[in-house]
C-alpha cells in the first residue's frame, strides 16, 4: 500500500485534498449554447477533436443571463456533441459567468445515427421560464443557424 506522498495505484481513487491531473484524458460533451461556436472556442484556445449535431430529450432550453435547461417532459433540446480534454472543459467552465455551470449526465441523440452517454453543463438552478434576454437570444439563434441545428428549434430560442 502506498503512503499518501507516494504514487497511486492505477485506478484507485486519490485521497482527500490530493489532486490527480488527467488532462489528456478527453470526455463528450453536449454543449447547447454559445459554446457552440467552434470559432469561441478556438479563440480560447480550445479544438474540439469531433463536433456533431445532437439532441437531447427530456429537457427544454431556458434563457435568462445565460443559457441554461430545466426538465420538461415532452422538451427537446438541440446542440452539438464535441470531445475535448478535461484540461480544456476546466478552462473554459473557470471563466467568469460560467463558473456555476455543473457538469451532468445526459444521454445524446447523435443526428449521424447513435445515442451516447455525454456531460453536459447547466446551471444548478435554471432560470424561470418567463426570464427573457432577447440580446443572448438573438446570439444564440445566430450560432444555431451557423451550426445546422433545424428551423423548427430555431424558431423556438426566445
Keep these: ?3 499518501a506522498g507516494g504514487p497511486q495505484p492505477s485506478g484507485s481513487a486519490a485521497l482527500p485534498g490530493m489532486r490527480i491531473d488527467v488532462p489528456d484524458r478527453s470526455a463528450d460533451v453536449f454543449f447547447y449554447g ?29 434563457i435568462g443571463q445565460r443559457a441554461a435547461l430545466a426538465r420538461s ?7 452539438l ?14 471563466e467568469p459567468g460560467v ?7 445526459v444521454l445524446a441523440h447523435l443526428s449521424g445515427g ?11 438552478r435554471p432560470p424561470a421560464a418567463s426570464e427573457r434576454n432577447p440580446e443572448y437570444a438573438a446570439r444564440l439563434r445566430a450560432v444555431a443557424r451557423k451550426v445546422g441545428l433545424p428551423a423548427e428549434y430555431l424558431a423556438s430560442i426566445r
Design 114 to 124: 447513435g445515442t451516447i452517454a455525454a456531460m453536459c453543463y447547466n446551471l444548478p
Design 34 to 62: 454559445l459554446f457552440m461556436d467552434q470559432e469561441l472556442l478556438q479563440s480560447k484556445g480550445i479544438q474540439p477533436e469531433r463536433v456533431e449535431v445532437a439532441w437531447v430529450d427530456g429537457l427544454e432550453l431556458r
Design 73 to 79: 417532459k415532452r422538451g427537446q433540446v438541440y446542440g
Design 1 to 3: 500500500m502506498p503512503s
Design 81 to 94: 456533441v464535441m470531445t475535448l480534454t478535461l484540461a480544456q472543459l476546466e478552462k473554459l467552465y473557470a
Design 99 to 105: 463558473e456555476a455551470y455543473r457538469p451532468e449526465a
